[in-house]
C-alpha cells in the first residue's frame, strides 16, 4: 500500500532551527510537497520537489532523497507564527495525492 | 498565486437537513476541483474528484448519494450533505490547480474551508 510516515508532534524554540522528516512508500513517484496548516485553516503551499537536493525559500528549506524516499522541511529562526500543522504529501505513478497525518509543530518562547 | 474561495466558512445544521458547499476559483478556470474531509488532528481525506461537466469520482468508501458534487462552470463547484447527521460533522476543504493557463506547477490551491456542524 502507499504510504507517508511523518512525526505527530513536535516541540522547538523561537529562534531556533527544526527540521521535519517525512518518508514514503508510493506506487511510482512524481514529486513531494510540503503544506503548512494552521489550526482551523486551509492548507497553503510551501514547497514542491522533484529531484534530488536541497531547494531553499527564505527561513524554509525542503530536502528530497529519491532513493532513500526521504524528505525534510528545515525551518530556520522560528517564530511563533511558524506553530502549525506541517503536512507532507507526495505524487504516485497517477498523480494521486498521498497526504502524511500531518507534524504539529509547537512554538515555545 | 491562483485564489480558491470557500462559502460558507461555518455551518450548523439541523439533523436530516441538507448542506450546499461552494467552492470558486477566483481568477483561474478550474476544469478539475477536489474535495476533502478532515477530522480533528487527522490527515485530510480525499473525498471526490468534480470535473467540469461531468460526474465526480468519488474514493472508495464515500456515498454518492449522500455527497452530491456539481461542476457546472469552470469556476465553480460545489458539495451538498444531503441528510446531514452528527457523524457528518467535519472541515470540508475543496483545492484545484491551475492546469489552463500554463504556469501549472503541480501546487493544490485551497479554499478556506467550511467546518459544518451537525446537530
Known amino acids: 500500500g502507499q504510504n507517508i510516515d511523518q512525526p505527530t508532534e513536535m516541540t522547538a524554540t523561537e529562534g531556533a532551527i527544526v527540521q521535519i522528516n517525512c518518508t514514503y512508500q508510493t506506487s511510482g513517484f512524481n514529486g513531494l510537497f510540503w503544506y503548512q496548516q494552521h489550526a482551523g485553516e486551509a492548507p497553503t503551499f510551501l514547497s514542491y520537489?522533484?529531484l534530488d537536493g536541497l531547494e531553499e525559500k527564505g527561513r524554509f528549506s525542503s530536502f528530497l532523497s529519491r532513493s532513500k524516499g526521504y524528505s525534510y522541511l528545515l525551518l530556520k529562526e522560528l517564530q511563533m507564527k511558524d506553530s502549525a500543522s506541517y503536512l507532507c504529501?507526495?505524487?504516485?505513478?497517477?498523480?494521486?495525492?498521498?497526504w502524511g497525518a500531518g507534524t504539529k509543530l509547537i512554538i515555545k518562547p | 498565486g491562483a485564489v480558491v474561495s470557500q462559502h460558507p466558512s461555518w455551518v450548523i445544521c439541523k439533523s436530516g437537513t441538507s448542506v450546499k458547499i461552494e467552492c470558486r476559483s477566483l481568477d483561474f478556470q478550474a476544469t478539475t476541483m477536489f474535495w476533502y474531509r478532515q477530522f480533528p488532528k487527522q490527515s485530510l481525506m480525499l473525498m471526490a474528484t468534480?470535473?467540469?461537466?461531468?460526474?465526480?469520482?468519488?474514493e472508495q468508501g464515500v456515498e454518492k448519494d449522500k455527497f452530491l458534487i456539481n461542476h457546472a462552470s469552470l469556476t465553480l463547484s460545489t458539495l451538498t450533505v444531503t441528510s446531514a447527521h452528527p457523524e457528518d460533522s467535519s472541515f470540508y476543504i475543496c483545492?484545484?490547480?491551475?492546469?489552463?493557463?500554463?504556469?501549472?506547477?503541480?501546487?493544490?490551491?485551497f479554499g478556506e474551508g467550511s467546518r459544518l456542524t451537525v446537530l
Open positions: 468534480s470535473n467540469e461537466g461531468s460526474k465526480a469520482t468519488y
Open positions: 483545492s484545484a490547480r491551475d492546469l489552463l493557463s500554463g504556469h501549472d506547477t503541480g501546487e493544490l490551491f
Open positions: 504529501a507526495a505524487w504516485d505513478s497517477n498523480y494521486q495525492l498521498i
Open positions: 520537489n522533484v
